[in-house]
């Protein structure tokens, strides 16, 4: 009987220590970007965390799904919230877009006047705690930020058009950039966006060239790159990511059904051919999007829908320094779409493309043993990248 515990025991042991990732070391990032570029060598010497190890936390920071969740359902560790300004924009279309604006806590070091522009990831908010983390983070350290709130992602502001936000739908983005330039035309600004946040970013700065005037650098973190891959992707089951989409899938629901009113407005259903049962029965994103998005938008096919989504197409027209970032272990963006931005890095001589053994997606936690610090290495590299930059600008060497 002692024998039939004791493997049990071994077992179980063996089991942690497999699904903690226990025996893998914790490395500096592996590094993409063209050969010869000084822009990139030199910047690479200016961002310690590009050389150093990103050491998670020691008893569960190995496992990217752990990271993943942690954030998604936990936030970040004594999250604050920061205080900031809001603004309300009328569309064309009758939509009601917000931004938040948070000023900086005191004079950026180099004495300049610097805004981060953020675009949250899928459904997310100013409220989201990552993102509050990072602006309190950003605002210690002197820079101004402005954070796009997806439509319909804020419970108590009401849709005042029947639709939310889409996967690469620019406008939103484009408007708060043009009314933070009007409000400070002086301002140097940043472009950084989350996961889908990334995406529209991405998107909207390779759209047109013009787009990219004012901003020093971009800044796209744990994204996809390809809709339409990415989507296919997320129904499969390795690496859980089918059990992803279901919560993703079980989110955007929830967000629809309390802008119900609205998004199934009868002449809308009846016009677009939307059944609301099914749509609310969807287990994927992708029913979702069949069944209303790419109906209420006029698209005559996913796959259509899909192309018009994705910043893919778009970045090889970007020509200021960006800096991409992913996670091997990333549950939900599988390494396969990440070649996009490895052959995007390795052709650009202002791109960067540093791909972490650890981290999940959008995770990133430090600290030792079980607990985490409150600010994670994800924040840290992004402030020293765009201080890096904001030095090389003052140099003439952007």
Known sequence: ????????????????????????????????????????????????????????????????????????K?????????????????????????????????????GGDYTITVCPGIANSSGASYICTFVNYAQENGYRVTVLNHLGAIRSVKLTSSRIFTYGGTEE??????????????????????????????????????????????????????????????????????????????????????????????????????????????TSLVELDELYTRRRLGYKSLTD???????????NEIEIPMFLLNAEDDPIVPMALVDTAKDYALKHDKSLLAVTKHGGHLGYFEGKGLWADPITWLDRSIIQYTNAIIAFHIRGKL
């Open 1 to 72: 009987m002692m024998e039939i515990w004791s493997f049990l025991g071994i077992l179980l042991l063996y089991s942690i220590f497999r699904l903690l990732h226990w025996s893998s070391l914790p490395s500096a990032p592996t590094l993409y970007w063209k050969e010869g570029s000084k822009f990139v060598q030199d910047i690479i010497n200016s961002c310690p965390f590009l050389t150093e190890p990103y050491i998670p936390p020691l008893w569960w920071g190995k496992s990217g799904h752990i990271q993943t969740i942690v954030y998604a």
């Open 74 to 110: 936990l936030g970040r560790v004594s999250s604050p919230f920061p205080k900031g300004e809001r603004h309300h924009v009328v569309l064309s279309d009758g939509a009601t877009m917000v931004y938040d604006v948070f000023p900086p806590h005191k004079a950026h070091e180099s």
């Open 173 to 282: 983005f484009d408007t708060m950039i043009q009314k933070v330039k009007q409000m400070y035309p002086t301002t140097n600004l940043l472009a950084c966006g989350f996961s889908m946040g990334a995406n529209i970013v991405v998107k909207y700065l390779g759209e047109k060239p013009e787009n990219q005037q004012q901003f020093l650098c971009a800044l796209s973190i744990c994204q996809g790159y390809d809709v339409t891959q990415a989507t296919s992707m997320l129904q499969d089951w390795p690496y859980m990511r089918r059990v992803y989409m279901y919560a993703m899938t079980a989110n955007q629901k929830g967000m629809m059904s309390r802008h119900h009113e609205i998004l199934m407005d009868q002449k809308l259903l009846e016009k677009c051919n939307i059944d609301p049962a099914k749509v609310f029965s969807s």
């Open 305 to 315: 829908y899909y192309s018009w989504c994705s910043c893919k197409p778009f970045m």
